[in-house]
């Protein structure tokens, strides 16, 4: 396991991040619609939690490498960016995602997953260590990618269950 005070360099970065995305693809791989899309007990569906992937990769790839505001990152107006700014992902931010975003369809969600996530692959590789390697960055970073796919995999898994797979699932 990689030192969390410490990052990887680029290509074991893209190694965590590409072997825990593979697994995230087939936490889902082969359910329909209807199973990818029915809220589970809290409410989530697994697109929400695809969904939900998708914005803090963008917010990890357009804030902590690009330098940009997070209310830019999040597509937020300034009143709506005062009136988030003292949450955090747990204490208000993912609901707020979450109300959004709830109403993309399927494909839509796949198609943004798959989007930010070739866009998040190409700005690690083409961005110098020295950015990478800050603590805050490099934790950021895999906080929003492959420590993030690990645990969204599991509430996937969760959230499907032994409920076999009907047929392929679309893939993004």
């Known amino acids: 396991m990689a030192d ?3 990052p990887p360099r680029v290509p074991e970065l893209l190694g965590l991040i590409e072997a825990a995305w593979a697994d995230l693809l087939a936490s889902f791989e082969g359910y329909d619609e209807a199973a990818l899309t029915r809220p589970g007990r809290e ?4 697109k929400d939690h695809l969904a939900h ?4 990769e963008h917010v990890a790839r357009t ?3 690009e330098g940009r505001p997070f209310a830019e990152a ?3 107006d300034e009143a709506t960016a005062r009136a988030t700014e003292h949450m955090r992902a747990e204490s208000g ?3 707020w995602f979450h109300a959004r975003d709830r109403d993309l369809t399927l494909a839509q969600t796949l198609e943004r997953l798959q989007a930010s996530h070739t866009a998040l692959v190409a700005r ?3 961005t110098p260590w020295a950015r990478l390697e800050p603590v805050e960055v490099g934790s950021h970073v895999a906080g929003n990618t492959f420590e993030h796919y ?5 509430h996937i898994r969760g959230l499907l269950g032994a409920t076999p797979p009907l047929r392929p699932s679309p893939r993004p």
């Open 4 to 6: 969390p005070a410490r």
């Open 43 to 46: 409410g989530w569906s697994v």
């Open 53 to 56: 992937v998708t914005r803090w």
């Open 63 to 65: 804030v902590y490498l």
């Open 74 to 76: 999040a597509g937020m």
């Open 93 to 95: 931010l993912n609901d």
């Open 124 to 126: 690690i590789e083409a």
């Open 150 to 154: 690990r645990e969204h995999s599991a």
